[in-house]
């Protein structure tokens, strides 16, 4: 079956305002730059984005934010968006912060089929047990805190309960894929990419180069097709880093 869409519109172009959206990418490493501008350009809104972090104030996931199309993030890191930083705090923005380690085994999980998990990263904490501003109101006071977690003691240690993540859709980049959605990360750039691409009911993978189906190795296969609907050609990507150190 062949999977490749015209263009990033036409792959998004049925995702509805208010859904849930699974983003790969590691600060702005591997994230899926032609379906974000995409989604900007169709101006879908009111959507919770499951992704490690936010992009910056003018690229990646950052430039939905400012034109106020997220109204939820699910992150591990948000420290590089100022206009995140102002929409948290004046009530625009609901935020989950979830531990790194935690965020990507709720994708695994929810790719897995499993509903949920015991981990001990964050027993005795407010991850664990609650009281976490989600959502402020206009005046500064806290509109919502963060629900009290299950705690279960296994072995004499405890554990706290987290739930798996699925996504109605899953937005990954990759540098290679056939026809069928056989995906190949290159590096660093895969990331929170391979456990994004299982979790998502409709999973878009936008490639650098598109190769005819029995070009990659089996082997060499990172994310089967089987879990990849829809796949895209990119091109001209910018791949920023977010701050460079030179030194003389």
């Known amino acids: 079956m062949d999977k490749v869409k015209k263009s990033a519109a036409e792959a ?35 959507l919770e984005f499951v992704s490690n972090n936010c992009g910056v104030d003018d690229f990646g996931l950052g430039i939905l934010l400012a034109n106020k199309q997220i109204r939820k993030m699910i992150s591990s890191y948000v420290g590089e968006n100022k206009e995140f930083e102002r929409q948290y705090l004046k009530g625009e923005l609901e935020v989950e912060l979830v531990p790194q380690g935690t965020l990507a085994e709720r994708l695994r999980a929810g790719g897995a089929g499993i509903p949920g998990f015991y981990t ?48 109605d859709f899953a937005l990954v980049k990759a540098w290679r894929g056939d026809r069928f959605g056989n995906l190949v990360y290159r590096n660093t750039a895969a990331n929170f990419n391979p456990m994004i691409a299982t979790a998502g009911k409709i999973t878009i993978a936008e490639v650098e180069e598109l190769v005819e189906v029995g070009s990659i190795d089996p082997n060499e296969v990172h994310t089967p097709g089987i879990y990849v609907q829809r796949v895209v050609v990119g091109s001209g990507y910018e791949k920023r880093i977010e701050r460079r150190t030179i030194r003389n």
């Open 12 to 46: 998004c172009a049925d995702i509805p305002n208010g859904a849930t959206i699974l983003a790969g990418g590691f600060g702005l490493c591997g994230i899926p730059e032609m379906c974000i501008a995409a989604l900007r350009e169709l101006g879908t809104k009111d």
């Open 120 to 167: 001990p990263t964050g027993v005795g904490t407010a991850v664990s047990d609650g009281g976490l501003p989600l959502r402020y109101a206009p005046d500064g006071s806290v509109a919502k805190y963060s629900d009290k977690k299950e705690i279960r003691e296994f072995d004499g240690r405890p554990y706290v309960l987290e739930r798996g993540i699925v996504g």
